[in-house]
């Protein structure tokens, strides 16, 4: 028999969140056996120090406890043994995120990174993963769902799981709990949709319009080599968005109202929200999760590993989860270029985009887009939303320049089977030297501006290139995304440069650089009290500022603290920062050709 490590993980006292998690190595070193917990989760570009919510750690070999002693803030070294030695941690898990381990007496749900650390050293040996269930009577109608290959586990029941290596441990999330599970296929390999959570949702269509996001995007790239089943797992509370992408699943969560009752028909704003995220995650299958920066080949999990890539893996990705959605037929082209125009408009509207540019933003991922504060719109742009728009116009420009021969796919296909179907990690240059190499024309000066320059985006003249008309517009208010046409002479004149927050008390959240309020000196965290010596409201403030023009003055008396300041501020007028689309109707021919070239399926 070869070695391998034996994983044991159990719920210990679900009311107070403690997993046991046994670790047994064969063959330790015998100078004294290091163990390692991992610092952060691949994908969520974040320390996390998962090793802080280990609350015991003991060793023990042939029935004898062994001196365990802590070496950092991840690391411990149990003594030299001759024999088996077995690690024992009990971990503490109450963070209900995709990224995290969460346990209760209603569910169990974990990431390999946060209760699994590593035998250092060994980590490319087989494991056996022991999935224990509760004592009883908690959890008798639990059921397992993860996409770990089962040794000696009934389908979606507790028991012995293998995976490969260490790597392939700590990337297969684990749902555990009352699940509705909805299985189905894709070009004749197995998916499945574990859902937690209440949601009465109509799970024929969901797993059909899984079925075709699915397909659409092997249309594109094929199906990988080891692809031989996939699981989405979702979590489907009240309210919440996010996923984590996986080699052969998914963590999700979207509220539960995203999701399809019986009886629904058409694909509501709120269900395209849900379709947009899986088919984001799914994409990952290929982009993030096989082909990969040569940074994370193989990931060191121990600290920050910097890249300027993250806009190809994930604003290449936000690119095409919503195209795959209007490709497929799934949504109709004014519903994408509704999405389109929301994502232009939030990258409008922060500063940052003249700051940063998207392989800044990549490389700083850790410490800014992951470290948000009062700054961030000032500061940083979004690798996901712009990354998105730098992916738009390059496809664009290829198809422009190449009359329709060359577009994104043809790069994403390429690089596919340079790096992806190879395993060979992405080089920092390589996606652009692709790009350049099958454009066949001299588009490098394009790509630095749209890759390493803060400059606005061609997105005008490139839209119009297939036939569809760039607008802008002032803002309808705090709840308008863009996207739409917007309400006439609904627009406020005047704006104030900042963005209120606050549970009932209205606050500066966000204050704009170079707008009135940063002017008039108000800081982020301040109270707004009263506007003219009258008391405002989260819910007039709105309201009220319409009333002003460009020019007009006005006291505007904040908290600082306990502080009451009153501060003057000089109404100026509203930007024009909202972006909606809409396809031309006297498009040449061959422009509407080139569109539909754009927004269908070969
Ligand atoms: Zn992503």
Redesign the pocket.
């Known amino acids: 028999m070869t070695a391998q490590h034996r994983y044991a993980i159990r719920p210990l006292d679900p009311a107070a969140h403690l997993f046991e998690v046994c670790i047994t190595v064969s063959e330790p070193d015998p100078a004294g056996q290091e163990f390692a917990m991992p610092a952060w989760i691949p994908?969520s570009y974040m320390i996390r120090d998962y090793a802080r919510h280990v609350v015991a750690a003991r060793a023990e070999s042939d029935g004898r406890d062994v001196g365990l002693r802590k070496l950092d803030k991840s690391r411990w070294r149990a003594d030299g043994v001759a024999r088996e030695l077995t690690l024992v941690l009990e971990i503490y898990a109450h963070d209900d995120s995709v990224r995290g381990a969460h346990l209760d007496l209603t569910h169990a749900f974990f990431n390999g990174t946060c209760v699994f650390p590593a035998v250092v050293g060994q980590e490319d040996l087989p494991c056996v993963v022991d999935i224990q269930p509760p004592e009883k009577p908690v959890g008798r109608h639990w059921r397992v769902a993860t996409a770990m290959r089962r040794q000696d586990a009934p389908e979606y029941g507790f028991g012995t799981h293998v995976v490969n290596n260490y790597a392939e441990l700590v990337d297969h999330p684990v749902e555990i709990g009352q699940l509705s599970i909805g299985e189905f296929e894709a070009n004749g390999v197995p998916h499945a949709i574990a859902i937690r959570g209440n949601t009465r949702v109509d799970m024929a269509r969901l797993c059909h319009d899984l079925q075709t996001i699915c397909e659409q995007h092997m249309l594109l790239l094929g199906v990988p080599a080891d692809l031989d089943r996939y699981l989405f797992l979702l979590h489907a509370p009240g309210k919440g968005y996010g996923?984590?992408?996986h080699r052969w699943s998914s963590a999700n969560i979207c509220s539960r109202d995203n999701l399809p009752a019986r009886g629904d028909e058409g694909v509501s704003d709120s269900y395209r929200t849900f379709l947009g995220l899986v088919s984001?995650?799914y994409?990952?299958l290929w982009n993030?999760k096989r082909m990969k920066p040569a940074a994370f080949t193989p990931y060191d999990l121990s600290q920050e590993t910097h890249t300027s890539l993250l806009w190809v893996?994930?604003g290449v990705?936000?690119y095409y989860?919503d195209l795959a959605l209007v490709r497929s037929g799934m949504i109709a082209p004014e519903s994408y270029l509704e999405l389109l125009g929301q994502t232009i408009t939030r990258v409008l509207r922060g500063s940052g985009r003249r700051r940063q540019s998207v392989a800044e933003s990549s490389f700083d991922a850790w410490t800014k887009f992951y470290k948000q504060d009062a700054n961030a719109a000032n500061a940083i742009v979004s690798y996901?939303a712009k990354g998105s728009l730098v992916a738009l116009v390059i496809d664009l420009q290829l198809r422009h320049e190449t009359e329709g021969k060359v577009s994104l796919d043809d790069v994403m296909k390429a690089a596919w089977q340079r790096w992806g179907e190879t395993g060979e990690g992405m080089p920092e240059d390589g996606f652009e030297t692709m790009c350049v190499d099958l454009a066949g024309v001299n588009i490098r000066d394009f790509l630095d501006a749209a890759i390493r320059g803060t400059g606005e985006l061609p997105l005008e003249s490139l839209l119009k290139s297939v036939g569809v008309e760039y607008h802008l517009r002032r803002s309808d208010g705090a709840k308008d995304k863009g996207g739409k046409p917007g309400g006439e002479g609904n627009q406020p004149d005047v704006w104030l440069g900042a963005n209120l927050g606050g549970n009932g008390k209205p606050t500066f959240a966000v204050v704009h650089n170079g707008g009135p309020a940063e002017t008039a000196g108000i800081a982020p965290g301040d109270e707004f009290v009263a506007l003219d010596g009258l008391r405002i409201s989260a819910a007039d403030a709105e309201a009220r500022a319409r009333r002003y023009k460009p020019g007009d003055k006005s006291n505007i008396t904040v908290f600082r603290g306990d502080e009451l300041i009153t501060l003057r501020l000089v109404w100026e007028e509203a930007p024009v920062d909202t972006c909606y689309l809409v396809i031309s109707d006297d498009a040449a021919e061959e422009v509407v050709a080139r569109r539909k070239a754009w927004l269908e399926s070969e």
Do not use: A, I, K, P
């Open positions: 994908g996923g984590l992408e984001h995650e994409f990952h993030v893996f994930e990705t936000s989860d996901y």
